[in-house]
């Protein structure tokens, strides 16, 4: 049984980390939150230390392991500026991290958190589960089962509708956030780089607050891809949920269906960090820099290049 502390126990995708923990036998030990909304801890662990001050939370930590109680995981649910420093902590303290995405705004913070690595001997691990989908799994296979020369056309469109108080929150913010790409987009983008390899080309051809689309050319495929969080460009066809949601990934005029299948993939992350076959600071490097380039570059005008969406806002 391994020892976990959990920061961010308040957030949306905590719950799924609560479940992971207790579903693969372990235990919480402590949790952190600025909010004091943390009544899903008596579902899971209701023994657990809780904090809603980080030095307070810090302070125990360090405590326990001078007293023989070392953590042995610390599993980090914060708002995206957070995860590096707070990373940063439990590699300085010899404990392995687990990190929700995107684990950090911009790749030289991956080189920071390689050199902490190495010197204090512990290991991040991130939540990258759309790798282990079946049905990303399936086209992975179909994809390198291709003639070696198959370049395929995809166009990916993600829309997910957000009230007012988005952009009024940390997300809100490009330097918190890193933006709609970053926010909503860096699971895509890191499933597209494991799908059809290294990346080649990046375009950005509209952005604002709410919305951004663009063009990616990998090693064997095309994307034009449209990211958004206004309501106004949902489809009528948009599935109705917590919020209105439309996913939709055509490869080659064929749709990929993925729209089930998530409910136990952060259970299988965890079991394949705690057998030692986690994803780990190198293979977020690509989807990092994929968004860190659409965040800084300039839009540009390549009308072959624009995706079916775009088309219509730009006319």
């Avoid at 089962?145 to 990916?156: G, I, R, S, W, Y």
């Avoid at 449209?226 to 949601?245: C, R, W």
Wanted: hydrophobic letters at 35%; charged letters at 25%.
């Amino acid at each position: 049984m391994k020892k976990f502390a959990l920061i961010g126990t308040g957030g949306y995708i905590a719950p799924r980390h609560l479940n992971a923990i207790k579903d693969t036998g372990n235990t919480l030990d402590v949790a952190m939150d600025v909010n004091d909304s943390v009544g899903i801890m008596d579902m899971h662990f209701p023994e657990s230390e809780f904090f809603t001050e980080f030095e307070d939370f810090a302070a125990y930590v360090e405590d326990e392991a001078l007293k023989g109680n070392k953590l042995d995981y610390i599993s980090i649910c914060t708002p995206n500026y957070l995860h590096a420093p707070q990373m940063k902590f439990a590699l300085k303290n010899g404990i392995d991290v687990i990190c929700e995405k995107p684990l950090v705004l911009n790749s030289e913070e991956l080189n920071t958190l390689k050199a902490y690595e190495e010197k204090y001997g512990a290991k991040v691990n991130s939540i990258l589960q759309l790798r282990l989908h079946p049905s990303i799994i399936s086209l992975r296979e179909k994809v390198r089962n291709a003639p070696a020369d198959k370049v395929f056309d995809v166009e990916l469109t993600y829309m997910t509708s957000r009230g007012k108080w988005y952009l009024k929150s940390w997300k809100g913010v490009n330097e918190k956030s890193g933006g709609v790409a970053t926010n909503v987009g860096v699971h895509f983008f890191d499933m597209l780089h494991f799908i059809f390899g290294d990346i080649k080309a990046n375009e950005v051809h509209y952005k604002d607050e709410q919305t951004v689309a663009g063009y990616l050319e990998y090693e064997r495929a095309r994307v034009k891809w449209f990211l958004s969080i206004d309501a106004s460009y949902l489809p009528d066809n948009a599935v109705q949920g917590e919020k209105k949601t439309y996913r939709s990934i055509m490869i080659e005029d064929e749709e990929l269906e993925f729209s089930g299948g998530f409910t136990d993939l952060h259970t299988q992350s965890y079991q394949n960090i705690l057998a030692g076959n986690g994803y780990g600071l190198e293979e977020n490097r690509a989807a990092i820099e994929t968004v860190e380039k659409i965040r800084e570059q300039e839009t540009v005008f390549v009308p072959e290049h624009h995706h079916t969406l775009l088309c219509k806002i730009l006319k």
